[in-house]
Antibody
Framework: EVQLVESGGGLVQPGGSLRLSCVASGFTLSTYWMSWVRQAPGKGLEWVANIKKDGSEKYYVDSVKGRFTISKDNVKNSLYLQMNSLRAEDTAVYYC????????????WGQGTLVTVSS | QSVLTQPPSASGTPGQRVTISCSGSSSNIGSNYVYWYQQLPGTAPKLLIYRDSQRPSGVPDRFSGSKSGTSASLAISGLRSEDEADYYCAAWDNSLSGWVFGGGTKLTVL
């Protein structure tokens, strides 16, 4: 059974840093692109970043470029999101999601982890 | 302001057919597949439609997707109370090099 479990969320002050983790099970991370998607309280979905199967390509939404870094450890079957210089507008539930290789789209999602940026 | 445009709300009575539109541009819907996600209250999104009109296993055939040019739509027939959720369209955007989502449509079953 495919499962994605995020962790690492919490309360952080503006300008601070946080590292999110997503542990995958039921499939091999090295064979899939992976994404982070966030949802601010009461708002819609916003794609944040994705990373190629072998980690050689990474893409980011403009609002996080230079502040967030997506990475993966295929040995630990884990995905990460290092978030620096956090702002109040980064407050959201962050989901990791698997990109289906053949069909496209995000076919499995984790339960999400809440990041709150506030003083 | 979302890159893809959806109506913020839609509604229908049990048994009715409702459609939700999604409008984009040549760099996203016009040149790539559209995906639809269903988000029930308090849960993570779930893939509902892939590659414009295909249903993953387990998704009832009451749900259908279509695309024409730079617009797409999701149709739900035989509306049921458990269909009450937020629905999002998405596509890869070649200009932005990233996934773009619609703002979401809240479906209410009256």
């Amino acid at each position: 059974e495919v499962q994605l479990v995020e962790s690492g969320g919490g309360l952080v002050q503006p300008g601070g840093s946080l590292r999110l983790s997503c542990v995958a099970s039921g499939f091999t991370l090295s064979t899939y692109w992976m994404s982070w998607v966030r949802q601010a309280p009461g708002k819609g979905l916003e794609w944040v970043a994705n990373i190629k199967k072998d980690g050689s390509e990474k893409y980011y939404v403009d609002s996080v470029k230079g502040r967030f870094t997506i990475s993966k450890d295929n040995v630990k079957n884990s995905l990460y999101l290092q978030m620096n210089s956090l702002r109040a507008e980064d407050t959201a539930v962050y989901y990791c999601a698997r990109e289906n290789t053949n069909r496209g789209g995000l076919d499995y999602w984790g339960q999400g982890t809440l990041v709150t940026v506030s003083s | 302001q979302s890159v893809l445009t959806q109506p913020p709300s839609a509604s229908g009575t049990p048994g009715q057919r409702v459609t939700i539109s999604c409008s984009g541009s040549s760099s996203n819907i016009g040149s790539n597949y559209v995906y639809w996600y269903q988000q029930l209250p308090g849960t993570a999104p779930k893939l509902l439609i892939y590659r414009d009109s295909q249903r993953p296993s387990g998704v009832p055939d009451r749900f259908s997707g279509s695309k024409s040019g730079t617009s797409a739509s999701l149709a739900i027939s035989g509306l049921r109370s458990e269909d009450e959720a937020d629905y999002y369209c998405a596509a890869w955007d070649n200009s932005l090099s990233g996934w773009v989502f619609g703002g979401g449509t809240k479906l209410t079953v009256l």
